[in-house]
């Protein structure tokens, strides 16, 4: 208990040791998240999907791992469940790992299924203990140190899972995924007492003794660009390989260095991000983002070579800033329902982006990818306006 109270003293320098393991947590539980994207062609192939399938196929992955975020937040708002770190993250390992082993789609749905509900247990409770150990101070800063290692996951697992499709053993390779999950979860379990929000309980009960109402327009309003956000990086995350495997007959191993490096660029653009909005206030770093992209969105389809994966890396980079800053800003509007706040944001409204994603899929089918992209140039222009009028003001800090 005294240790908790004394996180309410600290200098706004000081990064809470917890966070470091949070993070890397973070990182091996969203590894499979960008591992899909690179598996879709040779699922494709092996399996004889459509775009639709495939479209269909990430919708459930969102679902299953980030709509149904909402209930775990819910719970972990009332009640402290920390063995669900550790178990979620074994489980989201164990989903991927099976992965290359199902005969067919039904089964493959089933193991996507079993990987997210690991993802869709781990956010809620595991970026509730972020946000506690967390001075206000640098709030926006340390949650962009706990998104970073969900971000760095997804560009890493794109990797990864790059090397594993062309080394001996083909799509069976995904029986190393085990390994990073297994260990990461055995770290957690004999750390529960550090990482757990019921280590930080009463720090909870000190910063959320006056409770504001929640401005539910502005709130809907913080989703709704969240989703439109999410449908752009999860359409350019699946059709980046897609188009110029299937479509422009390139190389696999080529199409997975343009993924990994557009997932890279959103790693550094979080923790950017985030650590600006500190400064420049939340709103600044929100609508910017949307107004930086715009325009290299819109031209990405006309360039090649050198040029694409420059621009790729810029787009992940400026996209992908906001994304801790739109978590942190969700749990300053909810005051006192910090799990609700991430499953809302990580979760509910990211993983619609999987509803986009299908859509795109059936596009692709009857008018090709290359129409894909022309329909992602629209989105950023939606995204701003929806930013514009959010709470805050432009270049201003919250938080004098």
Do not use: C
Not at 276 to 298: E, F, Y
Not at 337 to 360: N, R
């Amino acid at each position: 208990m005294e240790d908790s109270l004394i996180l309410l003293k600290l200098k706004p320098d000081w990064m809470p040791k917890p966070l470091v393991l949070l993070a890397l947590s973070h990182m091996v539980t969203d590894l499979s998240q960008g591992a899909l994207p690179m598996l879709l062609p040779s699922l494709k192939t092996a399996l004889n999907l459509s775009y639709t399938q495939i479209g269909l196929l990430v919708l459930i992955q969102n679902v299953t791992s980030s709509v149904i975020q909402p209930i775990f937040g819910a719970v972990t708002d009332k009640i402290s469940l920390p063995w669900l770190l550790p178990v979620s993250v074994f489980l989201s390992g164990l989903g991927m790992a099976i992965t290359g082993f199902m005969p067919s789609y039904n089964a493959l749905l089933f193991a996507v299924v079993l990987g997210g509900l690991g993802v869709a247990g781990f956010h809620p409770q595991a970026s509730k203990s972020a946000h506690f150990v967390s001075p206000e101070a640098i709030r926006g800063r340390s949650m962009g140190v706990f998104s970073v290692g969900g971000n760095l996951g997804m560009a890493l697992g794109a990797g990864f899972m790059m090397l594993l499709m062309t080394a001996d053993g083909g799509l069976h390779n995904t029986i190393w995924f085990l390994v990073p999950g297994s260990v990461t979860a055995i770290l957690l379990w004999r750390n529960l007492g550090n990482v757990s929000p019921s280590s930080f309980r009463r720090v909870g009960e000190v910063k959320t003794t006056i409770r504001r109402a929640i401005n539910g327009r502005m709130l809907i309003l913080l989703l709704t660009f969240i989703f439109f956000r999410s449908t752009l990086h999860a359409g350019l995350s699946t059709y980046i390989p897609l188009y110029y495997v299937h479509y422009l007959n390139g190389s696999p191993v080529y199409a997975g260095y343009m993924l990994s490096l557009f997932l890279g660029g959103g790693v550094f653009g979080t923790f950017f991000g985030a650590t600006l909005s500190d400064k420049l206030g939340r709103k600044t770093i929100i609508a910017g983002s949307m107004l930086v992209v715009l325009p290299m969105v819109a031209a990405l389809p006309y360039t090649s070579g050198l040029v694409t994966m420059i621009l790729l890396t810029v787009i992940g980079f400026f996209l992908i800033s906001s994304f801790a800053t739109t978590l942190v800003l969700a749990q300053e509007m909810m005051p006192g329902y910090e799990g609700m706040a991430s499953g809302l944001t990580i979760g509910f409204t990211i993983g619609l982006g999987g509803l986009g994603v299908t859509i795109l899929g059936y596009i692709a089918d009857l008018y090709g990818i290359p129409t894909i992209f022309s329909v992602l140039a629209f989105l950023p222009i939606i995204g701003l306006l929806l930013a514009l009028p959010l709470p805050g003001r432009l270049f201003q800090s919250d938080h004098r």
